[in-house]
Each structure stands twice: as C-alpha cells, then as structure tokens.
C-alpha cells in the first residue's frame, strides 16, 4: 500500500519524467558499476600503459559489459590519477576493407568530419598530425586508443594500424591501442599466429585478458551496493537528492538492494536452471535489465508497486529480462 507522500518535484519536473530519466541513465553506457571484470582489467592496463605495452586484447561473450568496460576506462585514464591522458573510442562496424576507409573512420571516432572528395593520403595525414598534436599536449606524449568490436577488424586493417603506430613513433608519440570484442577476437590472434604474423601479434596483441561477467553471489552483491549508493537524476544527468532505494521504495523498513544479494543469486540460478543455461558466469545486461524492471513493475509508482521486492518478484524480472535465452552462443556453436 502506497502510504508515503512523496515530495519529488525538482526544477517544473514531475515524479515520473525523474524516473524516466533515471532509467535512461541507469541504462545508458555512461552508468557504470565497478564491477570485478572492469576493476580487473582497469588493472591489468595500467600496468600495461606503466611498462609502455604497446596494447592488448580483451575479450568474452556478448552483453557481460566490455562496452561499459571501455567507458570506465576512458574516464579514468583521462583522471589526474593516470596523467590526463588522451583517449579515443573506437566503435568498428561492418566496412569495406580499404585504406581510406579506415583513416576515416579513424577521423570521426577522433570527432572531426571527414570531407567526402579526400584522398586516404590526405586523410592519413590529417590523422597522424591531429594524433601528435593531442599526444604532445601531454608529459608522457602518449595517446590510447580503444577499440570496440575490434574482431571486425580485417587484417591490412592491422596492418595500416602498424603504419600509423610507426609514423607517430618516429615524432615519439606512442600510440597505445586496446582491443575489445567477442572470443572471436582471441580466435583472430590464433589465426595470425598460425599464419606467421608476429609483427601484428607483437604490436597488439600478445596482453590479452578473459572478460567474464558476474560469477558469484559475492560479485552480484557488490553490483547490488553499487545500487545503494545512486541517486536520482534530472536533466543532463544531473543528481539530485533522494536515492534511488529511497526513491522507489520507501516503505522498505530500512532495507537496502544490498539485501536482496541472496536471493537475486537465487533467482537467476532458478532461471539458469529452468532454461537449461550451461554458462557459468551472468552477463551484466541480463543484471541492469532486470533491476530496472524491478523498478519499473514494483518501484513506487509501478502498477505493482509492493514495499521491497523479493526471491519470487526477482524471478519475474530476470524472465522479462530475456536472460532464459542468453546461454553461450559461441561455445555451443564450437560443440555443434
């Protein structure tokens, strides 16, 4: 029974737009939880970039949360803490295999327009200059570079990725790039093994680290903290006073998602089971899905708001989820 008067209203806004923007936001690469995969890895690069690895790769199965992964990343090698270095998102999509192709894709990731009628040479060069200059506008004159879905990466891809890393070499400018994609990314570096290509594998790919997603009710409950301490948001993710425990449900008695660890845990091996789901780790998406319909269905406003959720309400949103249907394609694939 809704017996709280919630007072929310914040610049003209309505209780609902703030929800609506809160799961916009909740949903949205720009929400991060430092989950262990990404705390992991943030690691491991760092030790990287400190002993001048020139990249590495980085992969799992889809939606465990690389993407995610690549944005907290970001943020936190353009931090004091990392010597404010300049980093560049690269999102590879299906392209045709040519050198202008690729220096212009380079070019918008980089966020400049690339004119229609120039040459690869023109733009290669717009890349190499515009790469120096934001190189040398730091101490380390270094600039990284990562890179999503970069199995779609073809191999005179890698190869123009080798020129440009020897052209910026030469104005001592190290450009260190870090791969993220699919295990059809470990296969790639298996495939250039097996055919001799150890100028690639030695330029970017011999780090490499497995990408898993939540493996244990102990990694589950650290997302579920992570929970506790959001607030709510308003325009332009601004955020703003009530949390989002406080916000959805107020009637909780003092209960906090960190609570819910147990049987979140429990309600996913339910739905693991009943599906006959062989992976052995829960992809992140599957774990934000499922909280924002928890918030949506049983939050405070919700058509079946209720005072805290429980194991069965849990069950209802990981179902809604879709995670019944995200077992482990590529094993299966490779046992077929």
Known sequence: MKTVKRVTAQEGMSAQQISDLTIRYITSSYFVIPTKGILDTEAKIKTWITIGACGGIIYGRPRIGKTRCIYHMANTLRSDAYGNLPVIIWNITDHAE???????????????????????????????????????????????????????????????????????????????????????????????????????????????????????????SFCLASFDKQHMVSVGYEQLKDSVIDFYFPNANGKRFFDLATDYYSAFMRVRKKHGISADDIPMKYLIDSFVIC????????????????????TECIELSGYGESDDEYELHKLA
């Open 98 to 220: 040519t050198e202008r192709n690729f220096y212009a894709s380079f070019l918008m990731a980089m966020g400049f327009e690339c004119p229609r009628s120039s040459t690869a040479l023109y733009i290669k060069e717009r890349v190499i200059n515009a790469l120096i200059t934001i190189g040398c506008e730091t101490p380390y004159r270094r600039v990284v570079l990562l890179i999503d879905e970069a199995w779609k990466f073809y191999e005179k891809d890698f190869a123009w990725l080798m020129d440009l890393y020897n052209n910026l070499m030469n104005c001592d400018v190290q450009l260190m790039a870090f791969m993220f994609g699919t295990r059809e990314l470990r296969d790639l570096k298996t495939y250039f093994k097996q055919r001799g290509k150890d100028q690639i594998i030695g330029r970017f790919m011999i780090n490499e680290i497995p990408y898993t997603g939540i493996k244990s009710e102990k990694e589950l």
């Open 295 to 314: 918030l949506s269905l049983y939050g405070f406003y919700g058509d079946m708001a209720i005072a805290f959720p429980g194991v069965e309400e849990i």
